[in-house]
């Protein structure tokens, strides 16, 4: 994967994401939108190494996994505004959202609430003899969680072949990290014998190389891995946070050290011209502005979509009732 | 026909269904080694081995997500629970996740996962052994419930809930895994989602599942002692309904009793009354009685026990008040 591919899905990533916030705003999409805007990196870096039959679950800041993955703008942003057209028809939202075509097992809007998914994904393929990694993205305050401990004990014990993705951003909601742990991280991994990388979650080719490394050893049998990226969210905890936790100067700080800005510089000293790199920019704003159109384009769904689908056939409670 | 017993019957479901489909693998606490504390997995681990009989830690919460994850992949997981008490640690998975993922995915995914948990109070097990939890996950959309009564469907039951592609909890009441009945050689699927007429009557219905229909045949041996003639249906699958026979029933009989062993208050008894009201207002002939247990926590002292959980005499009591409405 060239430097140059890892930059178009950060820029795919941080574009879409501030056009969410200028959108959700604008009250024009629903519920709550939890940002991934300074976490690009991550998703960038660790799923270019995704591959057909690998699966991922992730968290309720989702969106960035979903597009490094190769979900269409165009569904994702529709399923943000409630449409039909949706990735998941308009029944999943921001917090929840599925593609089975792409092995994306559900973003989560509970906190570690995919770990549990992740190590059961990893179990099946091993059941059915097939072949592929489980990518299991989850942010710092998933740490606090009893699950957590137990599917990394289950995912050890059985050696499944689960990438545990610690995106640390060093705040559970609005709570710092060091209030939430009293534990060192690379101790807790270790403890149950699965190899810990950690990589600068704001250096996308670290990531890259680290996950690499330590998909070489889930790929050959050999068990789970976990990689700690240690990365910073520019935003709130959500559109809208008041973000009395964390003071203007610790955001300005971490901004320096923009994903984006490293990545950018770094491939104009590699010499990239600087026409070039605005080019694939433009495409993705070109992108970015049909997923926009599709979006707000896309018809509601019918209100009675409401009353089906938890299961496989139309269960009726009051038959009777039938039109 | 030959009789084996419940738990008989469920391990041969689970042989036959595990022969059928190498998709098919079970897992839980203490079900390979030991069989399952109630034998009903024995011998499984010599025929399939221990990839798809699985030992596990005790960590509910993430055997429960873990059977989604596998089914999301296309595996067949069932789960063994050890006791119906201990869903509750892992009400996460069950609810936020595995009930309501194809809803939420726009039915692009599926969860077919079978999870298996012995309820029902049996020999003073206490609080944290005893519950009936049908009442808490038919209040929850997203699960298919099967709660049978016999050894032949729990065989019948067992193999079409394998084979569903939706998630279903299927409770066995502790009680009846000893119990002996008729089970017919080979292959069959008692329907999901399908109650039976097992003993038909003119002068009341008296409707429940799993042990306590059992209760509920002795009370209609009581009342035609009397004179009655009580219809009994058994529901098998408590979510969906089966409304029609239900509804067919009591229409005939103007008389319905709701007996079981989950929580009275708010219980499965409370939705089959009301709706059976809403529905056969003006053809009944006395309102719909419940019997359920008492609102309190399952207690350990026999007596006390005896006292919360419905008995024979409690449901003789409730087909008595009915029939007594002019």
């Known amino acids: 994967m060239e430097l140059l591919d890892l930059y178009r899905i950060m820029y795919r990533i941080r574009r879409f994401e501030e056009r969410v916030e200028r959108l959700f705003l604008a009250g024009k999409i629903p519920g709550f939108v939890h940002l991934y805007i300074g976490q690009e990196a991550v998703a960038a870096g660790a799923l270019a190494h995704f591959r057909p039959g690998d699966y991922l679950t992730s968290t309720h800041r989702g969106h960035g996994h979903a597009l490094a993955l190769g979900v269409d703008p165009r569904d994702l942003m529709a399923e943000l505004f409630g449409r039909r057209t949706g990735v998941c028809r308009g029944k999943g939202g921001s917090m929840h959202l599925f593609d089975a075509r792409r092995g994306m097992l559900g973003a989560n809007g509970i906190v570690a609430g995919g770990l549990p998914i992740a190590v059961g994904a990893g179990l099946g393929l091993r059941i059915l003899g097939h072949e592929g990694a489980v990518f299991c993205f989850f942010g710092d305050g998933a740490l606090g969680r009893g699950v957590l401990h137990e599917s990394l004990n289950l995912a050890a014990l059985w050696q499944l072949p689960v990438l545990f993705v610690l995106e640390n951003n060093r705040y559970a909601s609005t709570t710092g990290f060091a209030e939430s742990h ?18 600068d979650g704001s250096d996308v080719e670290e990531v890259h190389r680290a996950v690499g490394e330590l998909l070489a050893h889930v790929r050959s049998g050999r068990g789970p891995a976990f990689v ?24 300005e700080e971490a901004r320096r050290r923009d994903p984006l800005g490293l990545a950018r510089a770094r491939l104009l000293a590699l010499g990239l011209a600087q026409e070039e790199l605005e080019a694939l920019e433009r495409k993705e704003e070109e992108l970015l502005e049909e997923a926009v159109v599709f979006a707000e384009g896309s018809p509601w769904p019918d209100p009675e979509e409401a009353l089906v689908g938890v299961f496989a056939e139309p269960v009726s409670d009051y038959p009777w009732e039938e039109p | 026909m030959r009789e084996i017993t419940f738990a008989e019957a469920t391990r041969e479901a689970m042989e036959e269904e595990m022969a059928r489909d190498p998709r098919v693998f079970l897992m839980g606490e203490d079900i390979a080694k030991q069989g399952g504390i109630f034998g009903q997995f024995k011998g499984l681990p010599q025929r399939f081995g221990l990839e798809r009989i699985r030992d596990t830690p005790i960590s509910e919460p993430t055997l429960v997500g873990a059977a989604l994850g596998a089914a999301l992949v296309g595996a067949r997981p069932v789960l063994d629970i050890h006791f119906a008490d201990f869903l509750l640690l892992a009400m996460d998975e069950l609810v936020n996740q595995m ?59 067992l193999k079409s809930a394998i084979r569903a592609e939706d998630p279903v909890l299927y409770l066995e009441h502790k009680a009846l895994y000893p119990r002996k ?14 109650a039976e007429v097992v003993r038909e009557g003119r002068d009341v219905t008296l409707i429940s599942y799993s042990l306590t229909l059992h209760k509920t045949l002795e009370a209609a041996e009581a009342l035609a002692r009397d004179g009655v003639e009580a219809e009994v249906v058994d529901l098998k699958t408590l979510y969906p309904l089966d409304w029609d ?12 009793v709701v007996a079981h062993e989950s929580w009275r208050f708010l219980g499965p008894g409370a939705e089959i009354a009301a709706t059976l009201e809403e529905r056969l207002w003006r053809k009944l002939k006395a309102p719909v009685a419940r019997v359920g247990a008492a609102h309190v926590p399952i207690p350990f002292s026999p007596p006390l026990e005896r006292r919360v959980i419905p008995q024979v005499e409690d449901i003789l009591m409730a087909a008595k008040e009915v029939l007594a409405w002019a």
Request: charged letters at 20%; aromatic letters at 8%.
């Open chain 2, 181 to 194: 009945g008729p089970v017919p050689e080979g292959e069959y699927l008692v329907p999901l989602g399908r």
């Open chain 1, 228 to 251: 700690e990226a240690h990365t910073y969210r520019f935003k709130g905890h959500y559109v809208g946070d008041p973000e009395r936790y964390r003071s203007r100067q610790e955001v």
């Open chain 2, 99 to 157: 009930a309501s993922l194809r809803y939420m995915s726009g039915g692009k995914l599926k969860a077919p996962v079978v999870i298996r948990a012995p309820d029902g109070a049996i020999r003073s097990a206490g609080a944290h052994h005893s519950k009936s939890l049908e009442g808490l996950f038919l209040h929850l959309p997203g699960f298919k419930v099967v709660a049978p009564a016999t050894p032949r469907d729990a065989k019948g039951l």
């Open chain 2, 245 to 256: 026979t239900l509804l067919g029933s009591v229409e005939r009989t103007g008389r319905a």
């Open chain 1, 182 to 199: 009293a534990f060192q991280v690379p101790a807790l991994v270790g403890a149950y014998g699965i190899p810990y990388l950690e990589a």
